[in-house]
């Protein structure tokens, strides 16, 4: 069965304090393996897509990685700012939908 | 360039009623997702609108339903509204069912009472 697995759930973090998140997935035939940022209450922002393994993306404090069972996204130096829950998706050759992990909450200190 | 705009930003319904949610992709995209996120759970994958076809189908029950019109715009309509049907509900648009990046609105906040 096709599966997204995020890890943490929830991160606390020091400002300055790097760390990296975990998205692992089993799926038959990968098209694309997506990163979003998520506010609450608001609609997911795209960040990466990673199409094969080895890929890495960046972005600001944020880098993306891709092996054939797991991505990461590594927070370089975090400010407050990057406090959201990040979200991983993967598509599927077959689907075309994105299926969606359930999160890490990030919370930057001062 | 605008983005995804959705509408209205909150509803409220009473339980049995019928809500309509609308959708407007970002320009030149044809395709349009629909998801559904509830208080503290992740995105649960609704529906996928491509070229005014109906592509894939999420594991929810056949009073959610919806459409894609020429303009590529997208309804969502959740018939018989439950309590639990109350959540976050998204829509994104790409510019094809293929191997691009998924853009999202804001969303649109249901609650049923």
């Known amino acids: 069965e096709d599966q997204v697995t995020q890890s943490p759930e929830a991160l606390r973090l020091q400002e300055g304090e790097s760390s990296s998140l975990n998205c692992s997935y089993t799926v038959s035939g990968l098209r694309g393996l997506f990163w979003y940022r998520q506010d609450p209450g608001k609609g997911p922002e795209f960040l990466f897509t990673l199409y094969s393994a080895g890929e890495e993306k960046e972005k600001e404090r944020l880098k993306a990685t891709l092996t054939k069972k797991e991505s990461f996204l590594h927070i370089t130096a975090p400010k407050p700012e990057d406090s959201a829950t990040y979200l991983c998706?993967?598509?599927?050759?077959?689907?075309?939908?994105?299926?969606f992990g359930a999160g890490t909450q990030v919370v930057v200190t001062p | 360039e605008a983005g995804v705009t959705q509408s209205p930003t909150h509803l409220i319904k009473t339980r049995g009623q019928q809500a309509t949610l609308r959708c407007s992709p970002i320009?030149?995209?044809?395709?349009v997702y629909w998801y559904q996120q509830a208080l503290g759970l992740g995105l649960q994958f609704l529906l996928w609108y491509d070229e005014g076809e109906e592509r894939n189908r999420g594991n929810f029950p056949p009073r959610f339903s919806g459409r894609q019109f020429p303009n590529y715009s997208s309804e969502l309509n959740v018939n018989a509204l439950e309590l639990e049907d109350s959540a976050l509900y998204l829509c994104a648009s790409s510019p094809n069912g293929g191997n691009t990046e998924a853009f999202f609105g804001q969303g649109t906040r249901l609650t049923v009472v």
């Open positions: 320009s030149g995209h044809t395709s």
């Open positions: 998706a993967v598509q599927a050759t077959s689907w075309g939908k994105l299926q």
